[in-house]
C-alpha cells in the first residue's frame, strides 16, 4: 500500500476503551473517521458495506466487539455477527478499495490449558461463544486477502468506560471483604498502551521518509500485543488497591482481599486459566514492546487520579 498525504483511516468502536484511545494516538496518521453505531450497524452487512464504500478509507481500524462475555453464551447470533462476521466484511471491502485492514482480537481464543505463554503459532480452541465468535473474526481477515495486521489482547483496562481497575475501585467503597479468583493468569493490559503501540506500528507501516519503512503487506499477519509478566485477577486487585483513592476523602479502610479458585465464582462463560501471550513475535517485527503490567498500571492510576 502506497503512503499519500490525504489519508483517512475510519475507525470503528470510538467509544469503546481501545477506540476511545485510537481516536487519538492515531491522529498523526491521517484524517480520522470515527465510526458509531449510527455511521456503521456492525450487525449488518450492507450498512458496513454502504459506510465503507461512502468514506473510502486508506485504512480500516476495527476495535469494535461485541464484549459481553457471558451475555454471549445466551445471544449467540449478535456476538457472532459483530466479532465473527463483520470483521471479513470490512476486510473483503478493504481489499475491493485497495486498502488495509486493523483488527483487535482475545486471549480468549485459547482454552488456557497451556503451561507457559502462548504464542501466535499456538492452535487456538476457544471455549465459549465468545471466544469463538473472536476466533471467527481473525479467521475472515486473514481469508479475505487484504494487507492486514490482528493483534490479540488481554485483560484490557482503563480509566474509562467498564472494566476490571474500575469496578474494584468502586467496590472498595462498598464493602468490607472482596473475594477475588486467584487461579487464572494474565497480563494486565492498559488501552492507551495497546493504542500507542499499534498507532507506533502503523506510522511504520505508512512512513514514506522512513530509512526502511514496513509496509504493511509485508508484515500482515497475527501478533499478541499486551503487557509484560503476568499476575492472577487477585493479584492484579492487590496491585489496585495498593494506591489509595483521592477522591475518597478521610481515612481509607482497604478491603479485605480474599484469594478464591474459580470454582468459587462460576459464570456463563468459561475463562482460560492461562491468558499470558509472547509478544516475542511483536518485538522481533516492529522492535516494541509494552512495559510491565504493573508499571503501566501506575501509570494509568496516577492519571486516573
Known sequence: MTPKSGRKVLLTGKNGQVGWELQRTLAPLGEVIAADRRTMDLSDPDSIRSAI???????????????????????????????GMAPGIMAEEAKRLGAAIVHFSTDYVFDGAKQGPYTEQDPPNPMGVYGKSKLAGEQAVQQAGAPHIIFRTSWVYGARGKNFLLTIRRLAKERNRLKIVDDQIGAPTWCRMIAEASAQILAQAFAPMTPDPLPIAEVSGLYHLTCAGQTSWYGFAQAILARPQPAVSGPQAIPELLPIPTSEYPLPAKRPANSVLSNAKLRQTFGLALPEWDKALALCLGEAD
Request: hydrophobic residues 45%; aromatic residues 4%; charged residues 25%.
Open 53 to 83: 464504500r461512502g468514506i473510502k478509507p486508506d485504512l480500516i481500524v476495527n476495535a469494535a466487539a461485541y464484549t459481553a462475555v457471558d451475555q454471549a453464551e445466551s445471544e449467540p447470533e449478535p456476538a457472532m455477527a459483530i466479532n
